[in-house]
DNA sequence: AGCCCTCGATTGACACGTCAATAATGTTAG
DNA sequence: CTAACATTATTGACGTGTCAATCGAGGGCT
């Protein structure tokens, strides 16, 4: 597939057709999955991916109570998306904001009643979905393949915002 | 790896552990990959993902103009988000809307000069920032690798969604 | 004291996607 | 002819995500 003629007209390599073609195939599929996981999590339980996050970080932890800032770094998010994201959540009533006495400024996030409830309701369907959508539709060595190409893009990732 | 007690509990097991783990980082990787490449095309060309689709599909046909409708399809959107979308670009002056004579209600969209010149000026960092992340991260059995999956999920998906 | 600076969190503006409702213009059944 | 219907496209409302700006409480420096 390689072509006959001569050397690369760039430095590096533009990719070529066929990668191309995979790498559409690749992100739109997996957008394409998580926008359906999302719509059956929503039509199911009326939770977002984005509501089970907070929802399970809080559950797992003592007093089902974080720092803000604690849990924009656990589940990886940008403050401000988590204020907006919590802001949400509260008018719902699934979290509750509440001043923290020990740190200035700080705010401490509190699961309601509501929002656990809400939760323990989702889990089971939530993980249904994923086997449904996910594990039942590859081989077990290509759940392999794909964990070890996630961490190979991570990593990737991950070095290419450090040097930039 | 199997539990070494008794039978599974649910009709169908729910995912384990093992494969849980691999779903997360499965899905949020392919997902910050995406929310990079975006970037890039921002910062670079003041493109998103969704302007340069809708560009290459207008590039690609003869005339450089296309039936809303039909554009659509060919993308793979939802009439009312390129609606949507289309709006946002006319107002950047990169496509333009007109009436279509042989179409009841049809519109056409065309690309305009500065249109092309944004696509032309897109391709080749757009094509650099995918060997970057994406083909550069992976061997080349993990890229062929990461096309079947995309292929296995896809087939999946669409089954699952015909027999709801 | 007054000043600057950092840190934690929020806010506003805007792009994006989805859903349901609405137009505007056919076509077809009665 | 008229009433129902289908097709094409747009719109409004709302949830979501990002970026830049802001706010408020300490902390340290002179």
């Not at 992100?27 to 907070?54: F, K, M, N």
């Not at 369907?125 to 539709?137: G, T, W, Y």
Request: hydrophobic letters at 40%.
């Amino acid at each position: 597939m390689t072509k006959a003629t001569a050397d690369p007209p760039n430095g590096r390599q533009l990719p070529t057709a066929e990668q191309l073609r995979i790498w559409r195939d690749f992100i739109e599929t997996t957008h394409a999955l998580g926008s359906q996981l999302a719509s059956r999590l929503q039509t199911e339980c009326s939770l977002s991916p984005g509501d089970y996050a907070v929802l399970l970080a809080l559950t797992e932890v003592q007093d089902h109570q974080m720092r803000s800032s604690e849990l924009a770094t656990h589940i990886g998010w940008e403050r401000s998306r988590l204020s907006h994201h919590l802001g949400r959540m509260e008018r719902r009533g699934l979290i509750r904001r509440q001043e923290c006495a020990t740190v200035p400024r700080g705010a401490e996030i509190h699961l309601t009643p509501t929002g656990d409830e809400a939760f323990r309701a989702a889990t089971v369907p939530h993980l249904r979905a994923i086997r449904e959508l996910f594990v039942d539709a590859l081989t077990p060595d290509q759940i392999l393949a794909a964990g070890e190409i996630a961490a190979a893009l991570r990593t990737h990732l991950d070095a290419q915002r450090r040097e930039e």
